[in-house]
């Protein structure tokens, strides 16, 4: 009897991982350019306080409006075309944007979008590569989770995290070598956008890689594709266990799809508060604003790149390194519970030691040296818990927890949600971060106060609402949801 095939399961694994790459390298990059940003298209409108913080953290943002459309357009995408089609389409559209946010000015000069009045367009490119990005951010684990046999999906599924950490730490340090040794004047006239444009090149890898990969069996049953998926099945997993796993691929998608309710409110509502807590915590306030916070910090704008490529990117990979290692001998659960316990802590902490001037805006200690330190120490303990716990394990989550039959249309809500809260915090950060009249009241500390109490709540909710998906198939989960919803009838 054949065995499975590990060599096949890891390369289709590392394949769709691109689009983890992708949205990996989007989430970081745009840090390079926050002040770039403000620099080439806000300030020169000479707007209030308020408003030019407003529309500051809005072009920095926006890109994630564009995430929640990908997120949403990608179920069905997903269930008529296909998981592999789908995510091809992303490294179309981010490619294209990550040129055109580099370049706004290119094409729309010839109607005048020049300098400040480039906004609208470097809006729609930003836009447009959320897209990609919401479409890849759900297609690819989906694309995973159906490919991994169930004793080591979990551990593939942490991939996905993977590849969005080594995403993130590579474009810290394309960010960093980009402006080194250069001027202030260079990265507000140019290097902003190498930063942005050099996206284009992870998203032709996407393109080439996607156009070898087959499409996954769960798709191929659900368009009545059954010798198709048991040839795949038997590539994969041996005859054995394939005849096994397109039985019950076929028994759950007997119907194809099920109304999204089928199996109750709460297998919804678990994805959604998931998804919303993974956000809410302040993770992208962190990995978007990561260089303005070390110049809170005291740290010169050099060095303030060179600790985010150190102190963020490296602590990201190393410690989703741990997550792959562990959530299928510790499980799901605890690690989602100590990561938001371990993050409330650090986030606590750090607003603690700007509200009592410890770490001032301008980098002094106040008297009480070594305070920088601690906040940076805090910084990386927050990203070690974050690492380790909701970066990855949600991603496993939303691939696991909702029944074949409404995969689709439930991971599009769950990973829509995810985005809209996205998009709320990296729009209220440099809203709260640049408000006098909070800093004057908590000297920077109350965003971190903030994302330390939801942290709390993440802790909780995880605690007493989220089932354990250890050793369970996808197949499982239909059955653990049917007598959930009969326990609350």
């Given amino acids: ?47 209030s306080e308020g408003w030019e913080n407003l529309v500051w953290g809005f072009a920095v943002s926006c890109a994630l409006l564009g995430c929640v459309i990908g997120a949403l357009i990608a179920g069905p995408i997903s269930t008529r075309i296909g998981r592999k089609w789908g995510l091809l389409i992303a490294g179309v559209l981010f490619f294209v944007s990550s040129v055109g946010a580099g370049y706004p000015e290119f094409f729309w000069s010839l109607f005048g979008a020049t300098h400040e009045k480039a906004l609208p367009a470097f809006i729609m490119y930003r836009l447009m590569g959320g897209t990609a990005i919401g479409m890849a951010s759900m ?60 996206a284009a090149i992870p998203a032709t890898l996407l393109i080439f890689f996607m156009l070898l990969v087959p499409e996954t069996p769960r798709f191929l049953v659900l368009k009545d594709r059954n010798a198709e998926a048991l040839a795949l099945l038997k590539r994969l997993f041996g005859d054995g266990e ?12 007997v119907e194809h799809t099920r109304p999204l309710l089928s199996y109750g409110w709460m297998v919804i509502l678990v994805g959604i508060a998931l998804s919303v807590f993974q956000q809410l915590v302040g993770i992208n306030a962190v990995l978007y604003f990561a260089p303005h916070m070390f110049e809170n910090m005291g740290a010169s704008q050099s060095d303030a790149f060179e600790m985010s490529a150190w102190f963020v990117g ?15 001998k510790f499980g799901r659960k605890p690690l989602l519970f100590w990561g938001a316990v371990i993050m409330a802590g650090a986030m606590l902490l750090l607003g603690f030691l700007f509200h009592l001037h ?11 040296g070594g305070s920088s330190y601690i906040a940076i120490a805090a910084v990386v303990v927050y990203i070690i818990g974050f690492s380790f716990s ?24 769950g990973v829509a949600a995810q985005w809209i809260a996205n998009f709320v915090v990296s729009q209220t950060f440099p809203m709260m971060d640049g408000s006098s009249a909070l800093n004057a009241a908590f000297n920077h500390g109350f965003a971190y106060w903030l994302y330390g109490v939801c942290a709390v709540a993440a802790a909780v909710f995880v605690w007493k609402y989220v089932p354990e998906t250890k050793g369970k198939s996808l197949e499982e989960m239909e059955n653990v949801w049917h007598l959930h919803r009969k326990g609350m009838n």
């Fill in 139 to 198: 297609l690819a684990p989906m694309y995973i989770g159906e490919m991994a046999p169930t004793h080591i999906r979990g551990m593939l599924l942490t991939f996905e995290q993977i590849a969005i950490v080594v995403g993130i730490n590579l474009v810290y340090f394309v960010n960093f070598w980009i402006q080194s040794g250069r001027t202030h004047e260079f990265l507000m006239q140019d290097g902003w956008r190498f930063m942005l444009a050099s």
């Fill in 242 to 253: 394939a005849e096994k796993t397109h039985a019950e691929i076929k028994a759950t998608l």
């Fill in 358 to 368: 410890l770490v001032s805006a301008t980098g002094t200690t106040g008297g009480a």
């Fill in 314 to 328: 490296v602590s990201m990979t190393l410690f989703t390194l741990v997550a792959t290692f562990t959530v299928e």
């Fill in 390 to 413: 909701w970066g990855p394990i949600v991603w496993v989550l939303l691939a696991e927890i909702y029944p074949n039959s409404i995969k689709g249309q439930a991971m599009s809500i």
């Fill in 1 to 47: 009897m054949a065995k499975v095939n590990y060599g096949l399961i890891t390369g289709l694994t590392v394949a769709a991982t691109l689009g983890g790459l992708l949205f990996g390298y989007d989430t970081a990059v745009i840090s390079g350019a926050t002040d770039a940003i403000k620099e080439n298209f806000v300030k020169p409108w000479h707007l």
